[in-house]
C-alpha cells in the first residue's frame, strides 16, 4: 500500500517532520511507531502520521477533552497520542475488533503511565455506540470522537456519534481525501484501492458539507482530517 499523504513534495514532509514533530514526539510514541513499522512494515501507514497526531493532541488540550471515543485503533498510535494529551480524570473508549494490533502497542502505552485512561473494547463500533446510546445518560456526554476505521460506514458512524457527542463537541474522520482521488472522476485512471475509497469518500464528503447539523472545517494534513462541530 502506498503513502497515504496527499502532500507530495518529500522535501517539504522532511522538513516539517524533522523541525515541528520529532523533536517534539513523545519516546514512547517514537517506539511504538517504530515497532509498527517493523512487525507491519507498509501497513503500518494504518497509524496517523506524526504531524496529524500533534494536531489532533493540540485538538483535544484546547477543548479540555475528557470523554472521548476512538474508532478503529490498530496499534494505538493515535490512542497513546490521545492519552497522553489529556488530563489524568479522561476516559477513552477505543474500539476495535483486533485485540493482536492493539496488543501491539500495549506495552508502549503502559511505559507512558496512561494505560488508566484508556478503555479497549474488541468490537465493531456500530454495536458499541448503539449500545452506547441504550443507556440515555450517555447520549451528548462525550467531547471528542475520532473515527479511523472503517471507510465505508463512516455515515453510519456519523449517525451514531453524532447523537452521542455533546453540543459543541468535535468529532473528526481521518483519509477523507483519500490520497487525493476524490478531485478525480470516476473515469480517470487510478488504482484499484484508490477507485474504491474515492468514491466512498466523495459521497461522505458531499454528506457531511451539506449536513446543517455540524460546522465543518477539512483540514489537509495526512491523507485529509475532516473536522465536525455538532451545532444542535
Known amino acids: ?22 523533536p517534539k514526539e513523545h519516546e514512547q510514541l517514537k517506539q511504538l511507531r517504530e515497532a509498527t513499522v517493523d512487525k507491519y512494515q507498509h501497513w503500518s501507514i494504518m497509524n496517523v502520521p506524526v504531524d496529524e497526531a500533534i494536531f489532533l493532541s493540540m485538538l483535544l488540550k484546547v477543548t479540555n477533552a475528557k470523554k472521548i471515543i476512538e ?7 493515535s490512542l497513546l497520542n490521545a492519552a497522553l494529551a489529556v488530563p489524568n480524570d479522561a476516559l477513552i473508549l477505543a474500539i476495535d475488533p483486533d485485540r493482536e494490533a492493539y496488543e501491539t502497542g500495549l506495552p508502549y502505552i503502559r511505559k507512558a503511565g496512561v494505560e488508566s485512561k484508556i478503555k ?46 455533546k453540543i ?12 487525493g482521488s476524490v478531485a478525480l472522476s470516476e473515469d480517470d485512471e487510478m488504482e484499484d484501492f484508490l477507485k474504491g475509497g474515492s468514491k466512498t469518500f466523495r459521497a461522505f464528503n458531499e454528506f457531511i458539507a451539506g449536513d446543517a447539523r455540524v460546522e465543518v472545517s477539512l483540514v489537509s494534513i495526512g491523507d485529509g482530517l475532516t473536522i465536525c462541530r455538532r451545532l444542535e
Open 120 to 165: 479497549f473494547i474488541q468490537s465493531d463500533a456500530q454495536t458499541i455506540l448503539k449500545d452506547l446510546l441504550a443507556k440515555n445518560e450517555e447520549a451528548g456526554s462525550f467531547d471528542f470522537v475520532f473515527v479511523d476505521a472503517d471507510k465505508e460506514n463512516y455515515v453510519v458512524y456519523h449517525e451514531l456519534v453524532l447523537k452521542l457527542v
Open 168 to 179: 459543541g463537541g468535535l468529532i473528526c474522520y481521518d483519509n477523507t481525501l483519500w490520497k
Open 1 to 22: 500500500m502506498q503513502d497515504m499523504r496527499i502532500l507530495k513534495s518529500k522535501k517539504l514532509q522532511e522538513y516539517i517532520l524533522k523541525t515541528f514533530c520529532y
Open 71 to 77: 474508532i478503529g485503533v490498530f496499534t494505538g498510535y
